[in-house]
């Protein structure tokens, strides 16, 4: 600088601290840059000081300019949406579906205000103030109403009119409550007992409205979704009517389906895809939350949402999950080289006890999903992805559930051919080994064919031409594998006593280790019976034993086990 010159340095205000954000040569041009900056919505303050270098050295520095002001908050927008709920009364904008509909339309303002669409819709002056943005509420009732118009066929101004009346009326209930001189508070933990005081204060019919109103007004106090989860779960007891577990339950689901607040429950978690697998843990009690500020307050009810207490919190985590699921988010986002193996893992979480968690939902997921993993979209990539599915998870008991259960959604019907086709492939090997892992004990590839075979033969609309084709060609597989592994030969040994034998085939029969009604079955009943007709077949059964009550009560559960099996 030089000597005995001046220079102009705008600073702004952020955080509680002046912040250098530019110099200027000219007072002049240092506040007309000071006033470009404060027209920022975020800007808190600006201040200009003047820098002048005297002649022996030193620096004075001076104040000359500073305007404050409270930052604007930039204008809050709806989330676009593509489907949603048609509600016809204003009581079914109560609904666990409705909710979470307001949940996705107003995410960006939830995650500013901290409330759910249960506090939203019972505590009035949170509503007044949602309806008083006209940057947010006009737009979201017009998003829906053009969504539900264009389905039904309707107008999409005489929607728009039909969900405004709705909402006065929830409005009004809502301000009425708010009103109502007699309504008790929320004191300590005993949520239970509150609902019970409330039947006795309100109108008829209105018990459950006025006790989530109570619960409203305590926790819109709390400012953040990890305070508002303690406070819920140290309402929620295990011995609590179910009354009171019902409406806590809707909050539950309300505050698990935020994302925000989702993603504060799990903790860490390294990808989508460990998200994913986290959530289904959660639904079926076996997530440990241990790097989440929620890890007590999850174990408490985690065994809730696992015994279905909790339903509607299991249906909101699981509609979350499916919707994560079907997006183009990618599963492994630190290393896209392995999306496919994140893929095989969040498919395997899905699979328990020989069924997909969530049926058809999730079979139609992973199908979209699946397209977003290679180059062809549409319905060619759809095409391609239902096979690809069964080829990169490579489990034939994953592969029939997956695609009888995708055979039975909307998606499903379109692709019925190429479902079928794939069918066929996993179905059409040579030996009962291609179905099953290396190593299987007989018993249990048995039980694990057979459980195929009984998948096919329940599913619901299936042409039955298809359906039986397949399931004859398991039947032969299983009586080749029967004839291979000498299996009935193994059990009717002829060096064994005729009891030995005769009871082993027939436990055999009633194990259910081969379909009923198959030929597979068959032949083990068709041993049973050659077996029968031997002449003096009870003589011979109860040889060895002496004494004779000993005899009659071989006998007795013998002829119980033959009609367990189904002989007569």
Request: with cysteine; proline share 4%; glycine share 6%.
């Amino acid at each position: 600088m030089a000597v005995g010159r001046a220079n102009f340095e705008i600073q702004t205000f952020h955080n509680g601290h002046w912040l250098t954000e530019d110099y200027r040569e000219t007072e002049q041009m240092a506040r007309a840059h000071a006033k470009s900056i404060l027209g920022k919505p975020d800007s808190e303050g600006v201040r200009i000081v003047k820098n002048w270098e005297r002649a022996d050295g030193l620096t004075t520095e001076t104040v000359i300019h500073t305007e404050m002001r409270e930052a604007t908050a930039p204008k809050v927008t709806i989330v676009p949406i593509d489907t949603c709920p048609y509600c016809r009364e204003a009581v079914d904008y109560y609904r666990l579906e409705s909710r979470a509909t307001i949940n996705r339309l107003f995410r960006k303002y939830v995650d500013q205000v901290f409330l759910t669409p249960t506090e939203l819709t019972h505590h009035y002056k949170s509503l007044k103030k949602i309806q008083e943005i006209d940057t947010l509420f006009p737009f979201a009732v017009d998003r829906v109403a053009t969504i539900q118009a264009r389905e039904t066929g309707g107008e999409p101004r005489l929607r728009r009119d039909e969900i405004y009346r709705a909402i006065a009326q929830i409005t009004d209930r809502a301000r009425r409550a708010d009103e109502f001189p007699r309504l008790p508070k929320l004191t300590g933990t005993d949520f239970d007992r509150l609902c019970v005081h409330i039947e006795d204060v309100v109108p008829p019919g209105e018990a459950d409205y006025y006790s989530l109103v109570v619960l409203s007004r305590e926790l819109v106090k709390h400012r953040n979704w990890l305070s508002k989860l303690e406070r819920l779960v140290s309402y929620t007891h295990p011995d609590q009517r179910d009354q009171a577990l019902t409406l806590l339950d809707g909050v539950f689901a309300d505050l698990f389906g935020v994302a925000t607040a989702l993603q504060d429950f799990l903790g860490y978690q390294r990808n989508l895809a460990d998200a994913l697998c986290a959530i289904v843990d959660l639904c079926e009690g076996r997530f440990v939350a241990n790097k989440s500020d929620a890890k007590d307050q999850i174990a408490a009810i985690a065994p809730l949402i696992a015994d279905g207490r909790l339903a509607e919190t299991r249906k909101s985590l699981m509609d979350r999950m499916l919707r994560q699921l079907a997006s183009a988010q990618p599963l492994s986002r630190n290393d896209p080289s392995l999306e496919r193996e994140a893929f095989r893992r969040v498919a395997f979480r899905l699979f328990r006890s020989g069924s997909l968690i969530g049926g058809a939902d999730t079979a139609e997921a992973l199908t979209r999903r699946f397209v977003f993993m290679q180059e062809a979209g549409g319905r060619a990539g759809l095409r391609v992805a239902v096979g690809g599915v069964v080829a990169l998870v490579a489990d034939p008991a994953f592969a029939v559930s997956y695609l009888l259960d995708l055979a039975g959604t909307p998606l499903g019907g379109d692709l019925f051919e190429d479902i079928a086709a794939a069918l066929r492939r996993v179905i059409g090997v040579r030996t009962v080994d291609a179905l099953v892992a290396a190593g299987t004990s007989v018993q249990e590839t048995l039980l694990r064919v057979t459980g195929l075979y009984d998948k096919i033969a329940g599913a619901s609309g299936f042409p039955e031409t298809e359906r039986r084709g397949l399931l004859d060609h398991l039947d032969r597989l299983l009586c080749r594998y029967l004839e291979r592994e000498g299996v009935i030969e193994k059990l009717d040994d002829p060096k064994a006593l005729l009891r030995d034998r005769a009871t082993r085939l027939i436990e055999f029969c009633a194990s259910e280790l081969l379909p009923v009604g198959s030929k597979a079955v068959g032949i083990a009943r068709a041993r049973v019976v050659a077996l029968l007709k031997q002449p003096n077949f009870e003589v011979r059964f109860v040889d060895g034993l002496t004494d004779a009550a000993g005899r009659d009560e071989a006998l007795r559960v013998f002829h119980a086990l033959m009609a367990r099996a189904g002989f007569r």
